[in-house]
Protein backbone atom coordinates (compact mmCIF):
# COMPACT_ATOMS: atom_id res chain seq x y z
CA UNK A 1 0.00 0.00 0.00
CA UNK A 2 1.24 3.31 -0.70
CA UNK A 3 1.72 6.36 2.04
CA UNK A 4 0.22 9.29 1.11
CA UNK A 5 1.06 13.09 1.95
CA UNK A 6 -0.80 15.45 3.56
CA UNK A 7 -2.08 16.46 0.27
CA UNK A 8 -2.30 12.55 -1.55
CA UNK A 9 0.27 10.62 -3.24
CA UNK A 10 1.59 12.89 -5.66
CA UNK A 11 0.70 15.97 -3.22
CA UNK A 12 3.74 18.58 -1.73
CA UNK A 13 5.72 17.05 0.58
CA UNK A 14 5.69 20.37 2.50
CA UNK A 15 4.03 19.70 6.16
CA UNK A 16 3.10 23.36 6.56
CA UNK A 17 2.11 23.94 2.99
CA UNK A 18 -2.06 24.59 2.99
CA UNK A 19 -2.69 23.75 -0.82
CA UNK A 20 -0.38 21.58 -2.07
CA UNK A 21 -2.61 19.10 -4.04
CA UNK A 22 -1.22 17.28 -7.09
CA UNK A 23 -2.27 19.70 -9.70
CA UNK A 24 -0.19 22.46 -8.40
CA UNK A 25 2.88 20.30 -8.60
CA UNK A 26 4.83 21.03 -11.83
CA UNK A 27 8.20 20.76 -13.29
CA UNK A 28 10.77 23.15 -12.26
CA UNK A 29 11.26 25.36 -15.23
CA UNK A 30 15.06 25.78 -16.46
CA UNK A 31 14.14 29.56 -16.03
CA UNK A 32 13.38 28.79 -12.04
CA UNK A 33 16.95 26.66 -12.07
CA UNK A 34 18.70 29.31 -12.88
CA UNK A 35 17.20 31.17 -9.37
CA UNK A 36 18.82 28.36 -7.63
CA UNK A 37 22.42 28.83 -6.11
CA UNK A 38 24.97 26.50 -8.49
CA UNK A 39 25.78 24.07 -6.19
CA UNK A 40 21.96 22.98 -6.20
CA UNK A 41 21.84 23.96 -10.16
CA UNK A 42 24.93 20.94 -10.32
CA UNK A 43 23.67 18.70 -7.99
CA UNK A 44 19.65 18.79 -9.73
CA UNK A 45 21.79 18.93 -13.15
CA UNK A 46 19.89 15.79 -15.06
CA UNK A 47 17.49 14.75 -12.58
CA UNK A 48 13.36 16.20 -13.12
CA UNK A 49 12.77 18.45 -10.15
CA UNK A 50 9.33 19.44 -8.99
CA UNK A 51 7.76 22.72 -7.45
CA UNK A 52 4.64 23.55 -5.52
CA UNK A 53 3.39 26.40 -7.26
CA UNK A 54 1.34 27.08 -3.68
CA UNK A 55 3.91 27.12 -1.26
CA UNK A 56 7.44 27.13 -3.46
CA UNK A 57 8.36 24.00 -2.30
CA UNK A 58 11.25 22.34 -4.75
CA UNK A 59 11.84 18.79 -4.43
CA UNK A 60 12.87 15.30 -5.77
CA UNK A 61 9.89 12.69 -6.03
CA UNK A 62 11.89 9.29 -5.37
CA UNK A 63 9.10 7.46 -7.49
CA UNK A 64 10.61 3.97 -6.71
CA UNK A 65 9.92 4.82 -2.88
CA UNK A 66 6.87 6.89 -3.36
CA UNK A 67 6.05 9.60 -1.61
CA UNK A 68 9.06 9.65 -0.39
CA UNK A 69 10.84 13.04 -1.46
CA UNK A 70 13.98 15.10 -0.78
CA UNK A 71 13.22 18.56 -0.01
CA UNK A 72 15.60 20.92 -1.34
CA UNK A 73 14.19 24.23 -0.26
CA UNK A 74 11.52 27.49 -1.30
CA UNK A 75 11.75 29.19 -4.28
CA UNK A 76 9.10 31.78 -4.39
CA UNK A 77 6.87 30.62 -2.20
CA UNK A 78 3.52 32.41 -1.90
CA UNK A 79 4.65 31.79 2.43
CA UNK A 80 8.36 31.81 2.49
CA UNK A 81 8.76 35.22 0.01
CA UNK A 82 10.38 35.93 -3.18
CA UNK A 83 13.37 34.18 -4.39
CA UNK A 84 15.48 30.93 -3.00
CA UNK A 85 14.99 29.99 0.53
CA UNK A 86 17.42 26.74 1.84
CA UNK A 87 15.96 24.57 4.48
CA UNK A 88 18.32 25.54 7.07
CA UNK A 89 17.73 29.50 6.01
CA UNK A 90 13.93 28.93 7.14
CA UNK A 91 14.91 26.72 10.15
CA UNK A 92 14.12 23.49 9.23
CA UNK A 93 16.90 20.55 8.81
Request: aromatic residues 8%; positive net charge; charged residues 25%.
Amino acid sequence: MKKTTKHGTYGCPAQDCSSGDARRQKDLTDTQKTSLPTEIQRKIENIVCKRCNYCGCVYIRNYDFQPQCSILGFLDGGVSGAGWKPLHQLGIQ
